[in-house]
DNA sequence: GAGCACTGC
């Protein structure tokens, strides 16, 4: 086909015109465009490419891709659209692989690839047009770079051109953001795919996705055959599920059926991406979604969810859990059908609840730790990192958490804030900064070369096959051993038997370790190794002590330091009071303390959120102490235990916050054991018995007095008075039983003065004499008059309502029966004798004839 | 079923 009948050129005059007259071009246009092979070209043909460049200077355009794979093969196809040798006119780099010259014109590269550039040429000479392809996608570095270039040509390089290329992106913000800017679009050539959603809501922890997913295919099987089918779930899981429910189904009968995910090894990744003579259901994660393109692909399956990795900045931990996808992504998924034939596109939910789904995911800058891209940009002279010009500006916490740690590993000045010579050595390293630190590290513990392996075997995915079967973990133990004092050190044992193993896939198969992964790690090594040298790091030549490599893991992770909660537990917990469980896996089973150098929260079943700690190695607290001094302190903590029901108290040796040791002290201090035992007795976990009625009356004859007549002074018991009285009372004792025989009422009274106490004794009484002589009870409630209880016969001779509180309060007198029953209650007994007495007494004495009734 | 998407230097 001529290139030139694809549809970009359609706007290739105005382009070139746009970007004459524009510093900044956004440029939309679906897949298939070709605007990644094209505009390039258009630049460098046009001469735009040296415009404003001295005579017989060039420049070179850089086009950015977010993968490897791509980055190549475009390359390689407009060198040979130009006739040209790769890596003349027209080059790539990519890690590992830089295929380009000097006289390179065309150079497409990775996004991360720019950014080291921009540390080591930061005005970026050479450079006079940067494309930044697939900028939908909204991959870290892309934002980082693009915001990186903006800043640039607002200071060193007004020159630079800058072309951001997108298929979906909402028009409006990217505009603003570039403004000055101009902006065009071109067709793609995608075939149209029809979109169906199901039509009730399913929710799919109850009818899971692989059975919906079946049913579907089922139904659109019964309307003709579908052709190729390409089915999306968020992981390997949900992934065999779906394979195992089609392979039950007639639909599926004759389908070649292949699961499709980033865990399985290459030969079954191709299996999924080939063609065959039957027609096939691949059945993948999100690799399909942009990664890999399946061709031929007619009907896709849309289960609707992804695992979306997160940083959790308030925790700092990473996340992997299931969500709802955007309706971008779902595009973007259901688009897989259209790239050769007219398609269809199933959603396994509803056109209802797809209207409430967020229009595109959250870019990584906004979910990913940034602490890497900090220390980086801060070395490239970016600045203060809020004051940064960026699409989406970061949330301010991550940033915090970033600083935070960029700082406890002294790559940035504790008051300053500014790059260290440790932070400067450290951005050598294209690493996490916590590994950069840990190779630094490395050379006063003798284990450079260890820690560079160790660094290696962390990037991409792991050296293990996960979940081995029972004879592949029985041969890795034989072979490898299990000895493990970190979880590094298995790991270390899988690669240097696949080396010497030359990598041979079958040999790594039988211990369940991925060769080709273990092939990547070993250049990755070799390359942090050769860094470290030109570093000027010191290499051992002698094999290092596993103490000093499980230290140097140490500086790495210092703040992922965890203890088990008990022996025999994996339940641990970590520094910053955060918990966690150590994964089953780990080699570190019987150290009682260790250091997690992966903390991950995933999703299990039924939703159940569990945070696993991985990567482990053990540590010992003598290696806290040597190399974190300043980080301990010891504490009593006095507590009171529910099921002893006695108060205990722990002396504690403290890593920052985490225990490390605890020593029972008995007795308890005395004091604090009296608080805690009246706190338990104020909630009510513990009961004083002899705390009973008079105690009640006693606090409520004071409270009645202290309001009756206030001239006396007495202040009412508050909460707080109590609480002093209970501590009293529990004053030397540590256990609940100790207070078994403490008088309750009498402590009350002697924490009275004495002349108060008469006052009380005189003014609210606990007894009242009668004119008749009989002494009565007084029943008080606060709030209200006292009360007292006589039979009729007890009230002979007594005419009228006794008064307390100096005459003010008159007693409320229940009257009763010779039964016992209340006959009448009343504050004015004068009153009762004269108006009701008549009328009872005729009552009660046929009633009680045998009574006395004056 | 105790639990792991995808990239990139």
Redesign the pocket.
Known sequence: MDRRQLPIFEIERELIAQARAQRRLIVRAPTGSGKSTQIPQMLLDHGLLDEGLPRASRGRAVIL???????RLLAARVASERGVKLGSEVGY?????NVAGADTRLLY?????L???MLSNPRLDGVSAILFDEFHER???GDVTLARALQLQQTTRPDLRLIVMSATLPSGPLEDYLSPCAALEAEGRLFPVAIEYIDRPVDFDRT?AWEIATAEFERVCREGDPGDTLIFM?????IA?TVQALGNSAAARGRIILP?????PHADQDAAVTGYDRPKIIV????A????TIEGVKLVLDSGL????RFDPARGI?T?L?EKISRASADQRSGRAGRTAPGRGVRLWTEREHAGRALQEVP?IRR?DLS?VML?LRAAGAGDLREFHWFEPPEPRALDRAETLLRDLGALDAATGAVTELGRRMVG????PRYARMLIAAESFGCVRAVALIAALT????LWM??PDKSTREQREEVLGEEGASDFFGLMRAFRYADSHHYDVAACHRLGIHANTARQVRALAGFFLDLAEKTGLKIEDRAPETEAICKCILTGFSDQVARRVDTGT?RCLMVHGRKG??????AVQDSPLLVAS?V?E?????G?L?V?L?LATAVRPEWLEELYPGDFHEQVDVEYDAAERRVTAWRRRLFRDLALESRRVDPPPADAAADILAEEVIKENISLPRWDETTDQWIARVNSLAAWCPELGLAPYSEKDRWLVIRVICRGAVAARDLKDRPVTAAFKDQMDPSRRALVEKHAPEKIELSNGRRARLVYTEGESPHMALRIQDLYDVSDSPKIAKGRVPVVVEILGPNHRPVQVTRDLAGFWRDHYPRVKKEMQRKYPKHEWR
């Open positions: 891709q977010p993968r490897r794979l791509p980055t780099q990519i890690r590992f692989e590269e990775t996004e991360g690839v950014l080291r550039q991959h870290l570095y899971p968020p992981g390997a899981y949900e599920r499709l995910h980033g865990e399985l993948s994660t999100n690799v979604e942009s990664s890999l992804a695992r979306i990795p990473n992997l299931v990584e990913l890497e980086t390293f294209p690493v996490h990037q991409g995915r792991s996960r979940k994996l469980v150590l994964a089953r896996e780990s992966e991950r995933v999703e299990g079943r039924g159940e569990s696993i991985s």
